[in-house]
């Protein structure tokens, strides 16, 4: 079984092993403002590398996402930070972690210039969630891929 980042199994579920032709990427960034751009750049590459850029909406909406959490990584933890995509299964799984351990809050910003990161996430992602790994943490979402009925979106 391959387990996305080490998460427990009755936490974050596991998945069977991936198909071919399944897509892992893991990449570090050094704390630039330039990196949330080319993190955004690396997502449209990799999901075009792996056949997933005919949704255009998956890939629009991976790169809106990614740059959040990799904003916040910038501006909370000011370090090194991870982007790791894996697609297997009709789900896209982006994760990012930082060595920040504060866990990321939904806000209601009201009219704050920023803070709406997280609710981006919580509205456009299919799941999400955030887990403390040694001296950091993975913030990470799912995207559906496969383009039938409900893939992708949302679960109540």
Same mark, same amino acid.
């Given at each position: ?62 790169? @809106? #996402? &990614?740059?959040? %959490? =990799?904003?916040?990584?910038?501006? !909370? ?8 995509? /894996? ?31 997280? @609710? #981006? &996430?919580?509205? %456009? =992602?299919?799941?999400?969630?955030? !887990? ?8 990470? /979402? ?15």
């Amino acid at each position: 079984m391959l387990r996305l980042s080490g998460d427990p199994e009755d936490r974050y579920g596991a998945f069977p092993q991936p198909p071919l032709g399944a897509g892992h990427l893991s990449i570090e960034y050094d704390p630039r403002p330039c990196a949330v751009r080319e993190a955004r750049a690396e997502v449209r590459r990799q999901l075009e590398a792996w056949g997933l850029a005919e949704r255009d909406d998956v890939v629009e909406v991976a790169e @809106l #996402l &990614v740059s959040e %959490l =990799a904003t916040n990584a910038l501006l !909370h933890s000011a370090t090194r930070f991870r982007l790791t995509l /894996f697609a297997a299964h009709g789900v896209l799984r982006c994760e990012v972690t930082d060595a920040d351990r504060r866990v990321p809050q939904v806000l209601d910003a009201g009219c704050a210039e920023n803070g709406r990161g997280m @609710l #981006l &996430v919580q509205a %456009l =992602a299919r799941r999400w969630g955030c !887990h403390q790994d040694g001296q950091g943490k993975t913030v990470w /979402f799912e995207l559906g891929t496969c383009g039938s009925d409900g893939c992708g979106r949302r679960r109540p």
